[in-house]
């Protein structure tokens, strides 16, 4: 059983570029879900790739600007400082990075990501074959 979903990944709505696998999601935000688009929060450990702070400063670096922000799912809330995460190729902003959650929430940790995916894009999942 070497198929599945290991070469399936969520991909940027402005370029395809790869963003994070199929099995780095967390779990939809439920409640953040509009007819255009749905955030994804992402594990801190997810594998979240080709993306970079404004500026290009790399995802690792302190953010030099956050901005609060409160997330919510069907039972919870969680209050957060996040900050702005776009493609490393095209500049898209793609999502956040979570640098803070101040109520010590257990489901939302510092660290993790939520990605922004267009609803109408029809590359939300993209397959490809791994390189040789
Ligand atoms: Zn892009």
Not at 34 to 54: D, H
Not at 116 to 131: A, K, L, T, V
Request: with cysteine; net charge positive; aromatic share 8%.
């Amino acid at each position: 059983m070497t198929s599945g979903r290991s070469n399936w990944w969520y991909c940027c709505s402005g370029c395809a570029n790869k963003l994070a696998p199929f099995s780095g999601l967390f779990k939809e935000l439920l409640s953040h879900r509009t007819p255009e688009s749905r955030l994804l929060l992402i594990r801190g450990n997810g594998g979240l790739t080709n993306v970079n702070f404004q500026g290009k400063e790399s995802i690792n670096q302190v953010p030099t600007c956050v901005t609060p922000a409160q997330l919510q799912d069907e039972s919870w809330m969680a209050q957060t400082n996040l900050t702005n995460i776009h493609c490393s190729n095209c500049d898209t902003h793609v999502g956040w990075k979570i640098i803070n959650e101040l109520s010590n929430h257990p489901i939302v940790r510092p660290g993790q990501y939520i990605l922004r995916i267009d609803s109408e894009n029809e590359i939300i999942y993209w397959e490809r074959p791994r390189p040789r």
